[in-house]
T-cell receptor, first 114, second 118 residues
Framework: GQNIDQPTEMTATEGAIVQINCTYQ??????LFWYQQHAGEAPTFLSY????GLEEKGRFSSFLSRSKGYSYLLLKELKMKDSASYLC???????????????FGRGTQLTVWP | DTAVSQTPKYLVTQMGNDKSIKCEQN?????MYWYKQDSKKFLKIMFS???????INETVPNRFSPKSPDKAHLNLHINSLELGDSAVYFC?????????????????FGPGTRLTVL
């Protein structure tokens, strides 16, 4: 399997900035995804990194360092609705059964307080 | 206009029963998946089909049998249900290109089916 590690829980206040870290160990790395999952709902795609650097999408940004096996998701101007679980997922390059396969971390439960 | 849909949303049943969960996607994707999310929220892949062909078959009991009648549908049949099968089951779809990465491989998830085995 893949070793994907992220903090279990984080808290922050409205308007603040929070950084959720994810470290991984894998062979054949082929991209890292961040998903958001509200309680009782499906995971929804947030961001994707395959090259080193920062990808910015509005209030959310995601960073990747392949040499360090490290990514983070940065959430700015936090809103109450950002309270959710954030899942880091690593994709492996491969043939056959590993095509398009994602390995998920256990998720970071973010609580945003007023 | 739902992208990935699943039925039923909730399923409560007794141990030993056989049940099915249906999944349909209208995104025109080539690949569909079944994931299991346990009580600790760990999301783990079970099966994947590409153009109706099984390409990922994780170590799950053979009581679980996926069936893909066409590219847009992937159903999951579970025989002899056990207490440990209680979880949320998510269907997902994507359009991967062999050997390529990129947002085209993004997986889109259905709303989930919460299975409770009593």
């Amino acid at each position: 399997g893949q070793n994907i590690d992220q903090p279990t829980e984080m808290t922050a206040t409205e308007g603040a900035i929070v950084q959720i870290n994810c470290t991984y160990q894998t062979s054949g790395f082929n991209g890292l995804f961040w998903y958001q999952q509200h309680a009782g709902e499906a995971p929804t795609f947030l961001s994707y990194n395959v090259l080193d650097g920062l990808e910015e999408k509005g209030r959310f940004s995601s960073f990747l360092s392949r040499s360090k096996g490290y990514s983070y998701l940065l959430l700015k101007e936090l809103k109450m609705k950002d309270s959710a679980s954030y899942l880091c997922a690593v994709r492996r390059l491969g043939r056959g059964s590993t095509l398009g396969r994602l390995y998920f971390g256990r998720g970071t439960q973010l609580t945003v307080w007023p | 206009d739902t992208a990935v849909s699943q039925t039923p949303k909730y399923l409560v049943t007794q141990m030993g029963n056989d049940k099915s969960i249906k999944c349909e996607q209208n995104l025109g994707h080539d690949t569909m998946y079944w994931y299991k999310q346990d009580s600790k929220k760990f999301l783990k892949i079970m099966f994947s089909y590409n153009n109706k062909e099984l390409i990922i078959n994780e170590t799950v009991p053979n009581r679980f049998s996926p069936k893909s009648p066409d590219k847009a549908h992937l159903n999951l049949h579970i025989n002899s249900l056990e207490l440990g099968d209680s979880a949320v089951y998510f269907c997902a779809s994507s359009r991967p290109r062999l050997g390529a990465g990129g947002p085209t491989d993004t997986q889109y998830f259905g709303p989930g089916t919460r299975l409770t085995v009593l």
